[in-house]
């Protein structure tokens, strides 16, 4: 599938889970201030702008992938940054 954009959960204090499974998203994806799990699995994975945590609440990043993943620049050169644990 495709994700044309953002996928944006950062306005609010609420626990979100977000589950990747192949397919391409061509923004980012934020996570908010909650407790959040966000898992990257199946095939063929593109990330545009990357996987992004706001730093407050508890952020979890979950690689269960079954190939590569593409991971573009992302923002400001971080395609990935503000995960408690990865």
Not at 3 to 17: A, E, V
Not at 43 to 56: D, Q, T, Y
Request: glycine share 20%; net charge negative.
């Amino acid at each position: 599938g495709l994700i044309d954009g953002d996928l944006d959960m950062s306005g609010g204090d609420s626990d979100d889970t977000v589950i990747v499974d192949g397919g391409r998203v061509t923004g980012a994806i934020f996570t908010g201030d909650g407790t959040d799990e966000v898992t990257i699995q199946g095939e063929g994975v593109e990330l545009g702008l990357g996987v992004h945590a706001s730093g407050e609440g508890e952020a979890a990043l979950v690689f269960a992938h079954d190939d590569e993943i593409v991971l573009d620049d992302g923002i400001e050169g971080w395609a990935i940054s503000g995960f408690d644990t990865v």
